[in-house]
């Protein structure tokens, strides 16, 4: 929600306890999801009033998100593309293909 703008610099985060409801998850889980969250500078907790999202908190969850993808998530897509031997050009074509 953040990276999406849903949710911005200043605004509160929804209560644990209703996105766990709308997610269909445990709390527990979106507990430690705010701590990462906090522990990142993403967030911040105000005593008695809940997390709040912090200034510039959007620009560094997307570089902390692009650093996670290019250290985790592109090595495996890169090597599957290999594996099926897709050229650049190849790729390149279907992106703008999608974009039509």
């Not at 967030?43 to 912090?54: A, D, N, P, S």
């Amino acid at each position: 929600m953040i990276l999406r703008g849903q949710i911005k610099e200043g605004d509160p985060l929804p209560s644990v306890r209703q996105i766990a409801t709308d997610l269909s998850v445990n709390p527990l889980t979106v507990t430690k999801s705010y701590q990462s969250l906090v522990d990142m500078n993403i967030v911040e907790k105000r005593r008695g009033l809940g997390m709040f999202v912090t200034v510039g908190a959007q620009e560094n969850l997307l570089a902390h998100e692009r650093e996670k993808f290019l250290a985790e998530d592109w090595p495996a897509i890169k090597a599957r593309i290999a594996a099926l031997g897709l050229s650049y050009d190849e790729l390149i074509k279907n992106r703008d293909a999608d974009n039509e």
